[in-house]
T-cell receptor, first 114, second 113 residues
Framework: ETGVTQTPRHLVMGMTNKKSLKCEQH?????MYWYKQSAKKPLELMFV???????ENNSVPSRFSPECPNSSHLFLHLHTLQPEDSALYLC?????????????FGSGTQLSVL | QKEVEQNSGPLSVPEGAIASLNCTYS??????FFWYRQYSGKSPELIMF????GDKEDGRFTAQLNKASQYVSLLIRDSQPSDSATYLC?????????????FGTGTRLLVSP
């Protein structure tokens, strides 16, 4: 148990569906992150929330919409996705972004877009 | 040029040998460097970080940093089959109030019994 819980673990959706990924951290951290991991590509930072405020949006298409209602919860709302969006989506949290601080990752949601 | 470069491997070593994993980075202003381990089907977990030139040791792991050459390495002594995983090099970008990391593609390590 890493303290960061993601649901669902697996998701299959059509290109016209709308779905949401959920992340919850039980560590009392102040920052939460969404990363995308595709085969043979590096982990890509998508969004960062610090103290519930979005502080980073890494040129992510608008079909991905994050939401952070409080410091413990993070959502990624998905709509009209493309097959190339199929990937592992990882949520992470950290305490306060100190230079040597550890990221705690959730187990991820494996997303397949048909 | 990629910001963080790693050889994808696989790097194959026999049990008990030293595994040497390498990483180069392009941003000369980078300050902090991390090694994450990711088992197949699992999420990444931090095993080492380093921010000063030289070596840092933690058990069987040694991280080495050479800022002049923009090079980070991870040595695993007495490699065990349980060390078989993908090792991700990450570099902290900027000096923000959150941990903005740029990752390499990872090196897959296979330790044979």
């Amino acid at each position: 148990e890493t303290g960061v819980t993601q649901t669902p673990r697996h998701l299959v959706m059509g290109m016209t569906n709308k779905k949401s990924l959920k992340c919850e951290q039980h560590l009392g951290h102040n920052a939460m992150y969404w990363y995308k991991q595709s085969a043979k590509k590096p982990l890509e930072l998508m969004f960062v929330y610090s103290l519930e405020e979005r502080v980073e949006n890494n040129s992510v298409p608008s079909r991905f919409s994050p939401e952070c209602p409080n410091s413990s919860h993070l959502f990624l709302h998905l709509h009209t996705l493309q097959p190339e969006d199929s990937a592992l989506y990882l949520c992470a949290s950290s305490q306060d972004g100190h230079f040597n601080e550890k990221l705690f990752f959730g187990s991820g949601t494996q997303l397949s877009v048909l | 040029q990629k910001e963080v470069e790693q050889n994808s491997g696989p790097l194959s070593v026999p049990e008990g040998a030293i595994a040497s994993l390498n990483c180069t980075y392009s941003d000369r202003g980078s300050q902090s460097f991390f090694w994450y381990r990711q088992y197949s089907g699992k999420s990444p977990e931090l095993i080492m970080f380093i921010y000063s030139n030289g070596d840092k040791e933690d058990g069987r792991f040694t991280a080495q940093l050479n800022k002049a050459s923009q090079y980070v390495s991870l040595l695993i002594r007495d490699s065990q089959p349980s060390d078989s995983a993908t090792y991700l090099c990450a570099v902290r970008r900027g000096n923000t109030g959150f941990q903005k990391l740029v990752f390499g593609t990872g090196t897959r390590l296979l330790v044979s019994p």
